[in-house]
């Protein structure tokens, strides 16, 4: 157990506080042995893999499609929901030029104009024999762009995500997809992301799947995500509620927001009583978790100013008629369309909307407030898409905000978030998930982390 920081002595009643009860949270007083108690906000458990309801319509917060790579994991969520969790082979396209081309962009070129073509195969093959002519011995060495650090092979590993997505797609690639999706969904350029994050999510076609794609012959589905699994009924939260009932050895409260976490005493305050821990699990957003530590060192003050992040609105629009397209969920790099993304939950499951209806949850890329020309703008360009059949088919159009959706990896992360975790984990707190950990990653990865870390505490108090 662990001991008061003051006193070395053993106080009565201490256990694991977790803060947050999303799927990490959930996960975590799944495998936790130890006594634990949860504080969660909200009203319900489930974080963002929770389902809203609206007049028969259902709407996960934004795409929640499960891929699941951990046995273990699959053996718990068949044990969990048995025959209730459905394979779904991915229809994922790009909307782009006026028309629908598949996922990935960059290994899937056929469909658009003749010249988008052209450009982008160009520039595939010079960022090819740019790659090779600097990976020969026979290069000529210079001095390294600002950022970049040489790789083994002796060229420069890409100083930013702009840098990454020119080395391994091209100048027309990047210029017709990368570079414009993703200032979209980050809100900043991506010369100012670093491109550690992006290597599982990322696909690398090599040149001969690039060209392969160009004229119509393309490989299989690339990616992570090539299929998901997705509840009969009930959106994703069915998923989470299942996973909830695998809770036991503690207790969860809702409506419960801590006010301060008193590190140097291991306590939690939450609505004015004290809680002792012995290890404290923050899944709550990394900058919420320190806001509630008072006094903390200048450094760690300091790097905590660096932390970075982008707000999310996004449109749950019920709609009347099924959509002309089949895909479940579209990338749209353009400028000129007000959203990045949109998701078709009823084309992946027909009763997450009434009969003959459809769900649809449109990722918006402005984050200021909805307006209505961007929701007209919007309805326009779903017509376009294929996700209305036509523009009077909307029904309604609810306006939602994740604050903490997308963390920014620009130059001042890894060191920030290194020496903010050192500095917590001395402290006997464990920050994990994605927004705890201030990353980038997927539903499974939130239930692995709470895993490893139940492991971990529950090892130290052995």
């Known amino acids: 157990m662990t001991t008061d920081a003051d006193t070395g002595a053993r106080r009565p009643g201490e256990r694991v506080v977790i803060l947050g009860g999303g799927l990490t949270g959930i996960s975590t007083a799944v495998h936790l042995r130890a006594p634990w108690v949860l504080f969660e906000r909200d009203e319900r458990l489930?974080?963002?893999?929770?389902?809203?309801?609206?007049?028969?319509?259902?709407?996960?917060?934004?795409?929640?499609?499960?891929?699941?790579?951990?046995?273990?994991?699959?053996?718990?969520?068949?044990?969990?929901?048995?025959?209730?969790?459905?394979?779904?082979?991915?229809r994922a396209r790009i909307f782009s030029h006026g028309v629908l081309t598949r996922y990935p962009f960059q290994a899937n070129l056929h469909g658009l104009p003749p010249e988008v073509i052209k450009e982008c195969l160009l520039g595939v093959i010079e960022a090819k024999v740019a790659a090779a002519s600097a990976m020969s011995p026979s290069a000529t060495p210079g001095a390294a762009p600002s950022g970049a650090v040489a790789s083994a092979g002796g060229a420069e590993e890409p100083g930013n995500f702009e840098e990454y997505c020119l080395r391994h797609f091209g100048a027309g690639i990047s210029k017709h997809f990368m570079i414009p999706y993703n200032e979209k969904i980050w809100g900043v350029h991506p010369r100012e992301i670093t491109a550690a994050w992006c290597s599982r999510f990322v696909p690398l076609p090599n040149l001969e799947q690039v060209i392969a794609g160009a004229v119509g012959a393309g490989p299989p589905e690339m990616g992570y995500n090539q299929s998901f699994l997705y509840p009969k009924a009930g959106g994703i939260e069915t998923f989470t509620r299942a996973l909830q009932t695998r809770m036991a050895g503690g207790q969860a409260h809702t409506r419960a927001n801590p006010d301060t976490v008193d590190w140097r005493r291991r306590e939690v305050v939450v609505g004015g009583e004290r809680i002792p821990y012995r290890a404290l699990v923050a899944t709550i957003p990394l900058p919420e978790l320190l806001k509630r530590m008072p006094d903390l060192p200048v450094e760690i003050e300091a790097e905590a100013a660096r932390l970075r992040c982008t707000t999310l609105r996004y449109l749950n629009i019920g709609a009347r008629g099924k959509p002309r397209s089949d895909w479940h969920w579209i990338y749209v790099p353009e400028k000129r369309y007000p959203f990045y993304r949109v998701n078709v939950f009823s084309t992946a499951m027909p009763n997450m909307a009434p009969e003959g209806c459809s769900s649809i949850c449109v990722e918006m890329a402005d984050r200021g407030p909805v307006t209505e020309t961007?929701?007209?703008?919007?309805?326009?360009?779903?017509?376009?898409?294929?996700?209305?059949?036509k523009a009077e088919d909307l029904v309604f159009a609810d306006e939602k905000q994740i604050e903490y959706a997308y963390v920014v990896f620009d130059q001042h992360y890894y060191q920030a978030t290194r020496t903010i975790f050192t500095f917590l984990e001395s402290k006997g707190i464990f920050p994990r998930g994605r927004y705890g950990a201030w990353t980038y990653n997927a539903m499974e990865d939130c239930v692995l982390a709470g895993r490893e870390v139940a492991a971990l505490i529950d090892r130290a108090a052995a």
């Open 46 to 90: 489930g974080g963002h893999a929770r389902t809203d309801q609206r007049e028969g319509y259902r709407f996960d917060k934004t795409g929640h499609w499960l891929h699941l790579r951990d046995p273990a994991v699959k053996q718990m969520v068949d044990e969990l929901l048995p025959g209730q969790m459905v394979p779904i082979a991915r």
């Open 374 to 389: 961007s929701i007209r703008d919007t309805t326009a360009a779903l017509v376009a898409a294929g996700a209305l059949g």
